[in-house]
């Protein structure tokens, strides 16, 4: 029996050694070793799956309350390129641009961003903006109201999940640090969109200069101390009177707002009331033309811009440097018409020639010149040729009736009826009126602004005369400074195109001469461009050159008359005047000569 029993100790020593040998294993199959790895498999898997429905939801659309993917970019990027990389538009141009204005309170801003506009307007002021109750918290609202629901904070917190471009308006100077800093602060954890930065600095069109704007002083310094990665939209405060639609931006507005943010390094957009866009547009034009960093956002009021108003400026800009904050229906209309190729352009009558007639290589040397000798030649030019610019020499017509005809026609022409074939014409012609009667200068200068006025005048459009002035002041010719008033008192809309008294050039383009044509027209803000006659270019082709390098405003424009004698000095002359600037030189020359250059030039 205790044999048995020692017997059967023995063996239960034996199985639970052998047991304790034996690896243990988790629910019949796997041991502790490949169910840890199998654990782990499993959760990097869930992780893994968590990750991608995470994603998934956040590149939902954003009024669905999620976060959007935004591809990283600077605040200070072009906004252009932004929508761009974000797939909003298929091109890089900014009538493409959707926008929504006053998106303040919470529920403008949940709609604008449900919405599918591309880019958010609001306005910024302080809490209690002028009141016992005022604080620096900035807050979504459009005077008078000084109280919302929505603080910029947490305005940024819900637009920065979307895709969307940020254009802030400033409505007061107290708003503008305390937000700057709140920008710099989202934008260490990446704002990842252009940033629009938009106060009215300056009095505009019917505002006395007592109104109040916000300090341009201080708002472009607070801007480069607290937050200079954005894009500045400097305005002017605007007021558009339905009983005076003709007044605009002037000269005078555009050039103190060009002095006071010339020094600023950022791009800017200048805001435009798109109703006066048209009438500013020659000081607007020369407002872009000042640097390549400047673009033009045309918004609209309460009134509706023209359709035609609005083609015109598309017409007379680069697509990339003009946005189109419009408003529905007219948004709509604008973009069928802006796409269709065949309408004829609006072009600007003031503008370049060598951007309406686009010849070969930009060279004004391929430019045509024809002269306009009465009705016949008229006609026969309209359509035999296939366009250039028509020179239209301008007299007195005989008689009692003293109205402007085209010299030496028989059947005298008048110049009304001249204009009106030409501006019936499909071709692209280019106007050079030749005012050889002091008496006819302004009532030329009448029956194009008419024709501009009736949406006619799409041409570029020239105004010649012999003018006198300091070292070329000649008796019986109009002075400069009375030629210059005429035509702005009339129509200035057109390239100012004055050339010397012929009795004066016996020594050639002195220097003398020079200097005190440019003085005279150093102020005017039309293009200019400079009559020679190509008999006297080899004295003074130097100093003529230098004129060129320094005034990106003037031109020249050089005339053989057909029927003189040969040039002197064959076509070296002509051909050194192109080398000065072949896009800012022009040929008035005969067809012979004009050959001869083009073949000098080939060799």
Known sequence: ????????????????????????????????????????????????????????????????????????????????????QNGEIQEKDGLYATWYHAANSKAEMSKALQSGVMILEADVNVEGHNTVNETNIPIMAHPPDVYSDNTLEEWLEAVLKSKKGVKLDFKSLQSVEPSLDLLRIKNQTGINRPVWINADILPGPNVPSF??????????????????????????????????????????????????????????????????????????????????RFSLTLWQGEDNPTLNDLLFIRDNSNPQRVYYDIYEPVLSQFKEAAKQKDRPRRFYPGGDIVDYFKPANSDGLNILWETVTDGDSLLSLLEDSPGGMLV???????????????????????????????????????????????SQLAVSLQMLRQAY???????????????????????????????????????PYVTIAPSWPPEILHQGYTPQLVEDMLELFQGTWQDVSLQLQADHLERSKDGLGSLLQSQSRFSLTVEHKAGKDGLKDGTQSLISVHEWNKQR???????????????????
């Open 1 to 84: 029996m205790e044999e048995k029993k020692d017997e059967r100790e023995e063996n239960k020593w034996d199985e639970g050694e052998s047991e304790e040998k034996r690896p243990k294993t988790v629910l019949g199959i796997f041991s502790r070793q490949q169910f840890l790895m199998l654990c782990v498999g499993v959760g990097l898997l869930l992780l893994l799956t968590v990750i991608t429905v995470t994603s998934m939801l956040l590149t939902m659309n954003s009024g669905s309350g999620g976060s959007e993917t935004v591809v990283s970019f600077p605040t200070d990027g072009d906004m252009l390129e932004f929508l761009l």
């Open 211 to 292: 109104w109040p704007v916000v300090n341009a002083t201080r708002f472009l310094d607070l801007i480069q101390k607290k937050f200079p990665d954005v894009t500045i939209s400097p305005g002017w405060k605007v007021l558009y009177i339905p009983l005076f639609p003709n007044v605009t931006y002037t000269q005078a507005m555009v050039e103190e707002m060009y002095d006071t943010v010339k020094h600023v390094p950022q791009k800017i957009t200048f805001p435009v009331l798109a109703v006066m866009g048209k009438n500013g547009w020659p000081h607007l034009s020369w407002l872009l033309s000042q640097s390549s």
């Open 392 to 438: 239209i020499p301008v007299i007195s017509g005989s008689g009692t009736s003293n109205i402007p005809v085209v010299e030496d026609s028989q059947p005298e022409l008048p110049l009304q009826d001249c204009l009106e074939l030409i501006l019936a014409s499909k071709k692209p012609w280019g106007i050079y009126l030749r005012v050889k009667s002091q």
């Open 453 to 491: 006025d009736n949406d006619l005048l799409y041409h570029p459009t020239w105004v010649n005369m012999d003018v006198g002035h300091g070292a070329f002041s000649v008796q019986g010719y109009i002075t400069g400074q009375e030629f210059l008033r005429t035509i702005d008192q009339n129509f």
């Open 585 to 603: 030189t022009f040929y008035n020359i005969p067809k012979a000569h004009k050959g001869s250059i083009i073949a000098r030039l080939s060799d």
